[in-house]
T-cell receptor, first 113, second 112 residues
Framework: DAGVTQSPTHLIKTRGQHVTLRCSPI?????VSWYQQVLGQGPQFIFQ???????GRGNFPDRFSARQFPNYSSELNVNALLLGDSALYLC????????????FGPGTRLLVL | GQQLNQSPQSMFIQEGEDVSMNCTSS?????WLWYKQDPGEGPVLLIA?????ELTSNGRLTAQFGITRKDSFLNISASIPSDVGIYFC????????????FGKGTSLLVTP
């Protein structure tokens, strides 16, 4: 069975631009969470979505937004990119919201110049 | 998010040695998870713990959920070169909507 998939794998943007990252959860999983991982740190929680609704939000500015589609896939959008947004963006899926066991995708490596 | 303290920061051991790492928190968690991450990859789930005092094994890996619910440890027995990577602990509870709070990781190097 396919695991969590993310696209693109790598991305280079310049400051001020906008980026959209995509995630498809494990088949049968209904909840998707997004995390940001900067070099040398553990992942930091950004959003959790379940049944197309936001169920949790971490300490990130409003430039970060996300949505979930009827097929449970998800997009993470970041506007007005800053140099500090350079990171590995990870998507994780779980069966339900409140299901703590989360499975991660390979991530999208974003570099902002 | 809640701060997790993971130690040691790094370990350099010989193949065949046993490894122990731990994670502590100032907050109580309902769940402790241990992940391994290789360079450029996403974290891979190793062990999930759901009950205080629980001891769970996965092959050469053993992890325990601390009685106080504020700590967890991971042991790796008879290490091999493919154990190289960064090991992360993560805690979750209903107060945080089950968002995972991660430690900063333990970097493990194994020499043949």
């Amino acid at each position: 069975d396919a695991g969590v998939t993310q696209s693109p794998t790598h991305l280079i943007k310049t400051r001020g631009q906008h980026v959209t990252l995509r995630c498809s959860p494990i088949s049968g999983h209904k909840s998707v969470s997004w995390y940001q991982q900067v070099l040398g740190q553990g992942p930091q929680f950004i959003f959790q979505y379940y049944e197309k609704e936001e169920r949790g939000r971490g300490n990130f500015p409003d430039r970060f937004s996300a949505r979930q589609f009827p097929n449970y896939s998800s997009e993470l959008n970041v506007n007005a990119l800053l140099l500090g947004d350079s990171a590995l963006y990870l998507c994780a899926s779980s069966l339900e919201v409140g299901q703590e066991t989360q499975y991660f995708g390979p991530g999208t490596r974003l570099l902002v110049l | 998010g809640q701060q997790l303290n993971q130690s040691p920061q790094s370990m350099f051991i010989q193949e065949g040695e046993d490894v122990s790492m731990n994670c502590t928190s100032s907050s109580i968690f309902n769940t402790w998870l241990w992940y391994k991450q290789d360079p450029g990859e996403g974290p891979v789930l190793l062990i999930a713990l759901y009950k205080a005092g629980e001891l769970t094994s996965n092959g050469r890996l053993t992890a325990q959920f601390g009685i106080t619910r504020k700590d967890s440890f991971l042991n790796i027995s008879a290490s091999i070169p493919s154990d190289v990577g960064i090991y992360f602990c993560a805690g979750a509870n209903s107060n945080s909507g089950y968002a995972l709070n991660f430690g900063k990781g333990t970097s493990l190097l194994v020499t043949p």
